[in-house]
């Protein structure tokens, strides 16, 4: 391994990474939580509220979990912020989206379910949160394997 | 397999942009063991922005659960033809990506 490659590599990386210095870092310890309510925990979401504003639109029976189509949605007026969480795998919080005016609180992307679970979906409105859940029933587990 | 390309498309719907990015990456959970046995190390985007013209409309931070070479679809309020759409992402490496179109 050549040192001097390594410091180039190093500096030009850096200069790569600069657009992200204003970005909210990752949210290590929500990440890290290993049950949902812990994840919410630690963003300080204490008492979402059930919302049939907040719907996840998801196939009923998902045959591979490493490939589950989610697609999100929040009616909820004054939207900022989308959470999803897979109530049942190792690290339950999948993603956090935030959202300006420019956007549209809608998501939809593929994700990887352990086992049958509950997906979970809070939405920040106004500085309150709201929730909805729907179960997705797993046949082949997609996080190891 | 590393990360590689992105590929992108805008395209206008009833009064929203539809911008669906694809990312190339491995998005690996640190759970899969590789042919020899050993694990496969955690290797997974982290962050990922959306701009329009410049200006940042979505901020996303995502966790391993998210699925091989990731495929994201975002709503953007209004737009119009010509539109700068510009998305990028950085994983736990450090190794980040991003690419741009016109909406169409």
Request: with cysteine; aromatic share 6%.
């Amino acid at each position: 391994m050549n040192p001097l490659r390594r410091t180039l590599l190093g500096a030009a990386s850096a200069l790569l990474l600069k657009p992200f210095a204003a970005l909210a870092a990752w949210h290590k310890e929500a990440f890290g939580a290993k049950s949902a309510p812990d994840a919410l925990k630690s963003l300080g979401i204490a008492n979402a509220a059930p919302s049939q504003d907040v719907l996840i639109e998801a196939p009923q029976i998902a045959e591979n979990g490493a490939v589950v189509p989610v697609e999100i949605t929040s009616n909820v007026k004054g939207t900022t912020s989308i959470l999803v969480l897979i109530d049942k795998n190792p690290f339950p919080l999948a993603g956090k989206f935030d959202f300006t005016e420019g956007a549209l609180p809608f998501v939809k992307v593929n994700l990887k379910m352990g086992e049958t679970s509950d997906v979970r979906v809070v939405a920040e409105a106004g500085g309150k949160h709201y929730f909805a859940t729907r179960e997705i029933k797993v046949t082949i587990g997609g996080c190891g394997g | 397999m590393a990360a590689g390309p992105m590929k992108m498309r805008a395209t206008l719907g009833g009064g929203y942009t539809e911008v669906r990015v694809l990312m190339t990456h491995p998005m690996e959970t640190g759970q899969r063991k590789d042919a020899d046995g050993k694990l496969v190390p955690l290797h997974f985007i982290q962050n990922l922005t959306v701009k329009v013209n410049g200006r940042t409309v979505i901020e996303g931070q995502i966790s391993q659960a998210v699925s091989r070479n990731p495929v994201f679809s975002f709503r953007l309020r209004g737009g119009a033809k010509g539109d700068k759409i510009e998305v990028t992402w950085l994983d736990n490496q450090g190794e980040t990506n991003k690419t741009d179109t016109a909406v169409a």
